[in-house]
């Protein structure tokens, strides 16, 4: 689907992109329009075209058609050494045999700086990104995310107007990674780069992203924050990216006022939020965070069913419920502040809310 305008005019303008390797589609008609400053997301599985799309805008692709606009002007021609932006890869790609400080000031060769004008801009990318003292260490030395950071500074050094990432913090172990997605979001927001950041880890790109974009077989099928998307998916295939959820078929019955509609299901009639022709065959998105496990008698919608796993997880019990028909549900809820908690095999009340329930075509 088309995604929203930013507010101020366009960093970036993508118009139908489209790539093909021989038979095969890899970029099929994307349109994306970015703020400035704004770091946006390409989310999706492998082979679903995000780092195509990518090398289309670096200028590492050439595309079959549509047209690529940065500030502007028009990009679509332009070799990747003639574009204003730069790209961090997931390996890195750091020259072993040089320091950090000549790994970070190598990208300003040909930019026509004195040699004070270099060294002033590698030693603030080096503050920037938290390495001082670091300058003479060679990269072997440094921990993974270490070496993040002078991939980043180096890209950095030559002031792009854009920086593409790929998988940029997909070498890093999962702790790791979390720390160094703070660290990235508070060095863009010092420098108010626009930054495009491909991933496949839903986490990594809630974490970093101002606005998300799914692809899936080439195409760009919802664009919008991580709230939003998360809590209103467009199909069930941008449900099932972003996270656990609960798929429960039925058909559609007839409007109503209030914006919600009426799903009869085997579990029994669900309120829920959504459009459709009354009759078709849909299906309810519930996370499992919002299903009201235990306590839930008198609320409308309340459904009996049997604890059949409840797992400890800290803060949280995750839990499946096989209802009557067999389907299991999944939920997740945290401790309760007293009282026992339902044993598996115990009879337990589930109640869906309308307002956690969204109608998705099947």
């Known amino acids: 689907m088309p995604a929203p305008l930013p ?31 704004e770091v946006f997301c390409l989310l999706g599985p492998s082979g679903c075209g995000k780092s195509t799309l990518l090398r289309l805008i670096a200028g590492f692709e050439t595309p079959d058609a549509g047209a690529i606009r940065l500030d502007g002007a028009d990009l679509t021609a332009l070799p990747p050494h003639r574009r204003p932006v730069n790209m961090m890869f997931q390996s890195y790609a750091l020259f072993p045999h040089m320091s950090v400080a000549a790994n970070v000031g190598y990208g300003l060769k040909g930019l ?20 001082e003292g670091f300058e003479s260490r060679r990269p072997e030395t440094l921990s993974g995310g270490q070496r993040q950071r002078v991939a980043l500074a180096r890209a950095l050094a030559r002031e792009p107007k854009l920086l593409l990432l790929d998988e940029p913090l997909g070498a890093l172990d999962r702790t790791l ?8 979001r508070a060095i863009q927001r010092r420098l108010g780069t626009g930054f495009v950041v491909v991933t496949h ?3 990594e790109a809630m974490a970093l992203a101002d606005r998300i974009g799914v692809m899936e077989r080439g195409r760009l099928v919802q664009v919008g924050p991580a709230r939003d998307l998360y809590e209103r998916p467009a199909s069930r295939f941008v449900a099932g990216l972003l996270g656990d959820v609960n798929l429960i078929e039925g058909r559609l019955g007839p409007d109503e006022p209030g914006g919600l509609r009426t799903v009869e299901t085997a579990l029994g009639p669900i309120r829920a939020s959504g459009e459709g022709a009354a009759g078709a065959a849909v299906v309810v998105a519930v996370r499992p965070e919002r299903l009201v496990v235990g306590g839930a008698d008198g609320l409308p919608g309340t459904l009996q069913g049997t604890l059949v796993e ?8 995750r839990s499946r419920i096989r209802m009557a028909d067999g389907t299991v549900l999944r939920a997740s809820a945290a401790l309760p502040a007293t009282g026992p908690m339902p044993g598996v095999g115990e009879a337990v009340t589930v109640a869906i809310p309308a307002d956690a329930a969204r109608v998705l075509s099947a």
Not at 18 to 33: E, I
Not at 115 to 125: D, I
Not at 177 to 184: A, N, S, Y
């Open 201 to 203: 880890d839903t986490q």
């Open 7 to 37: 507010p101020t005019a366009p960093l970036l303008g993508i118009e139908r992109i489209t790539k093909r390797f021989g038979p095969q589609t890899a970029v099929d008609g994307v349109s994306l329009d970015l703020a400035p400053g």
């Open 310 to 317: 409840a797992t400890f997880l800290g803060d949280r019990i």
């Open 112 to 131: 026509g700086l004195s040699r004070k004008q270099a060294a002033e801009r590698v030693a603030g990318l080096i503050k920037l990104v938290r390495l």
């Open 177 to 184: 990674r979390e720390e160094t997605q703070g660290e990235l």
